[in-house]
Structure formats: structure tokens, C-alpha cells
């Protein structure tokens, strides 16, 4: 693909599928190194290539192991079910050891380390603040 932006999409059904085929019509716009679906890869690889609307892909399409290769490109595959809480968690883990890096000492509260801790055992959709966060309008849809 390009140089550009490296992308992972999330989920490869009808939206998937065609930002996918868009960046193929754009090589030097994005890079996408991943496609995160839980359906089965041979569903995914053939339903991009044979698309009931946009039609056939003109791009030779197959499925190598768990890498989809497209024309010149391949793209990792992967069924993780909890994407976005095991990004956000990793990057807090990030920030935080850059944060104690720099300090000898520091105190660990117990009760903060069970509470962290029963937050990382949840579902992602039981937190209710999340919840509400992704039921709040757009801030880019037009009033």
C-alpha cells in the first residue's frame, strides 16, 4: 500500500470493506497494516472480493495463513473481541511506568490497586461511564 498513515481496521463488514477498497483507489494516502474482524477470514476475503454493490475486485484476493494478501499488499488479520480495551489498558500501563520511571519512591494504595483491578476484570460495555460517553451526539454531526 504507502507510506502514509498505518491504520488497523475494526470490524470488515460493509463500512470495512469499503474504506478498504477506497484506500486501494489511494495506495500513497494510507497504509493499513490490520483488519480486526471475529467472522471467519475466508468469509472476510471473499466477501471483499466479490461485493454484492461495489462488484468484483479487480485485485487478486487470498488468504495466507492469517494475513489477507491483496494485489502487492498484505494486511495482518486478527479476531480480537476486546480491541479498545486492550489498547487503552496497554497505553495507561505505558504512561504510567514512564510517569514511576523517574521516582524512587512512590505509594501504592491498596484499595486503589483493587479498584484498578476489578475495572481491568470488567466487560468493556458494563462501564457506565464509557456508556455514556458513546451514546452522546457527535460533536461533528450538523445540528
Known amino acids: 500500500m504507502s507510506s502514509g498513515a498505518r491504520v488497523t481496521i475494526n470490524g470488515f463488514g460493509r463500512i ?7 484506500v486501494l483507489e489511494r495506495p500513497d494516502s494510507i497504509d493499513i497494516v490490520a483488519v480486526n474482524d471475529v467472522n471467519d477470514p475466508e468469509m472476510l476475503a471473499y466477501l471483499l472480493e466479490f461485493d454484492t454493490v461495489r462488484g468484483h475486485l479487480p485485485e487478486r484476493v487470498e488468504l495466507v495463513g492469517n494475513r489477507l494478501r491483496v494485489g502487492d499488499s498484505t494486511v495482518h488479520l486478527s479476531g480480537e473481541r476486546e480491541p479498545l480495551r486492550r489498547f487503552v489498558i496497554s497505553n495507561v500501563t505505558v504512561v504510567a511506568r514512564r510517569v514511576l520511571a523517574d521516582r524512587s519512591e512512590f505509594v501504592l494504595d491498596a484499595t486503589s ?3 484498578w483491578e476489578a475495572i481491568n476484570r470488567r466487560r468493556a460495555r458494563d462501564l457506565p461511564g464509557l456508556r455514556r460517553l458513546m451514546e452522546r451526539p457527535s460533536p461533528f454531526d450538523p445540528e
Open 16 to 22: 470495512g470493506r469499503n474504506v478498504f477498497r477506497a
Open 113 to 115: 490497586a483493587e479498584a
